[in-house]
């Protein structure tokens, strides 16, 4: 290292700009790895990925609006990271880009000193998102950071070059001590995922500021193939379900933790996102107002997503998800560009005026208006909870589409719109799907199937139209 280069590296707003996209560059680069040590809260090898797209939201943010001051640009590199946090790891990175921005003042004595306060501050951003600290976790190797680059930070005498490389040398050279405090990961054998995607990023930081190339970051991570298989303890994920909400105003952390499992709360401003893993997603989405609800993502906690459904319907959430579709649920707070920004990352892409998005992945709305704003195939619940059938039976999907007859009734009793919908048809039909409105009891609808020979489907219940939509295949 050039140590006369070096020294004109500057704690500026340039070099913020230069390590959001250093880093974002680097994850890509391991993210595989980072993901083969996913074993907590669930194993579901995302946590890579999941920070990548957070810290890319934080990089198009400091793109879009550059400015020379080093305070706005890690409040925008943390805003942008902030709203497109994904997953528990996403949420508690962005919490710790927060923290960072909060303590990362102009003022401090000394650029190794701003530093290291903004490090602590960003360690305490992080432990507040999260409901209940795991030992072992990203959050103990966060305070591990602060706290050795804090005493490196003492002597006055240190180049800003030099404040990070030791201290980061020591923590990794002690992570898996350091994991091996949490029972799931000692158990599995393997670090933490989401402590090691953050000390990439801090490993890129100290390359850049000894005007090194940082293309050395994460070097260290073992290749995917070498992951021990998980031990015999569980995940401790809590739910079925991961409810992941963008919203405008803070979350409650204890109201969101009552719903579920690694639950996690982290914002500035009006950007606010939350993490929970839990049984009951329509409990989880009602924590917020629907006018304080820019968008809500739940998924399913095992098995990958082979479409997305856009429903504002929560009622209708839990059942699209559970059939296998990550489920977009826009909020009054969404703006279309938020929504097919959303459906875009979740499904590959968007769909088009077919509604197939050129990976195998289908989106699907609930009502005409999302339809229109994604592209969608059916703007019809019943369709749609036809079409996630279909895929679940790896159907052709457009022809159950196109075979599906439905209707609506506002009658308690739906018997008389079935019976008119078996009689506009020579086809009698083998599956009856039907999305009742909360408060009605499908007892006579089951009563209707098997009087007609149908298989029944029973979806939701929704919580608004109509009492009963009706579909038969």
């Known amino acids: 290292m050039d140590r006369r280069v070096a020294a004109r590296v500057r704690l500026d707003a340039a070099l913020v700009r230069a390590w959001a996209a250093a880093a974002v560059q680097r994850l890509r680069d391991v993210a595989p790895r980072i993901d083969a040590l996913n074993v907590f809260p669930v194993a579901d090898a995302d946590t890579g990925q999941n920070v990548v797209c957070t810290l890319a939201g934080g990089l198009a943010a400091v793109e879009t609006s550059p400015t020379d001051d080093l305070s706005a640009t890690a409040h925008l590199l943390a805003t942008g990271a902030l709203r497109e946090a994904r997953g528990s790891s996403g949420v508690i990175v962005s ?29 305490v951003g992080a432990r507040q998102a999260v ?15 602060a706290a050795t680059v804090r005493r490196q930070a003492a002597d006055p005498h ?4 030099d404040l990070l490389p030791g201290p980061l040398d020591a923590v990794r050279a002690r992570l898996a001590e350091t994991s091996a405090h949490h029972p799931v990961l000692r158990s599995a054998g393997v670090v933490d995922a989401g402590a090691c995607a953050l000390l990439v990023v801090l490993e890129v930081l100290a390359a850049l500021l000894a005007a090194e190339p940082p293309d050395r970051a994460g070097a260290w991570l073992p290749p995917p193939s070498s992951r021990p298989e998980p031990g015999p303890e ?3 994920s809590g739910g079925a379900f991961e409810v992941m909400l963008h919203v405008t105003v803070e979350v409650d952390l204890t109201r969101l933790a009552s719903t579920g499992a ?15 893993h839990t ?11 629907p ?6 993502l739940v998924r399913a906690v095992t098995g990958g997503a082979a479409g997305v459904v856009v429903t504002a319907d929560t009622g209708l959430a839990a059942w699209y998800a559970a059939a296998g ?9 969404a703006s279309p560009d938020d929504l097919r920004a959303v459906v875009s990352l979740v499904g590959g892409g968007l769909s088009g005026d077919r509604g197939h998005d050129g990976t195998g992945r289908y989106t699907l709305a609930t009502d005409p208006e999302l339809a229109a704003q994604v592209g969608a195939m059916t703007a019809d619940p019943v369709r749609a909870a036809v079409a996630c059938t279909a895929l679940d039976e790896q159907a052709d999907v457009e022809a159950a589409l196109r075979r599906v007859r439905t209707a609506q009734t506002d009658d308690a009793d739906p018997t008389a719109a079935l019976t008119r919908l078996l009689a506009g048809s020579a086809e009698p039909g083998e599956v009856l799907t039907v999305v009742p409105r909360t408060g009605f009891d499908p007892a006579g609808v089951r009563a209707l199937a098997a009087a007609h020979g149908l298989e029944l489907v029973l979806v939701g219940p929704a919580t608004t139209g109509p009492v009963w939509r009706l579909g038969v295949d």
């Open 95 to 123: 919490g710790w880009f927060a923290g960072l921005a909060v303590g990362l003042v102009e003022d401090a004595p000394g650029e190794p000193t701003r530093l290291a306060g903004a490090l602590a501050s960003a360690a």
């Open 131 to 145: 409901a209940d600290p795991w030992p072992g976790t990203v959050l103990e190797v966060a305070d591990q950071v």
């Open 158 to 161: 240190l180049p800003l070059a």
């Open 234 to 236: 569980p995940s401790g």
């Open 262 to 276: 690694a639950a996690a709360v982290t914002g500035l401003g009006d950007q606010w996102r939350t993490h929970v």
């Open 279 to 289: 049984d009951d997603p329509v409990t989880a989405l009602a924590l917020v107002a």
């Open 291 to 296: 006018d304080e609800l820019r968008i809500g």
């Open 325 to 333: 579709a990550a489920v977009v649920v826009p909020g009054g707070a």
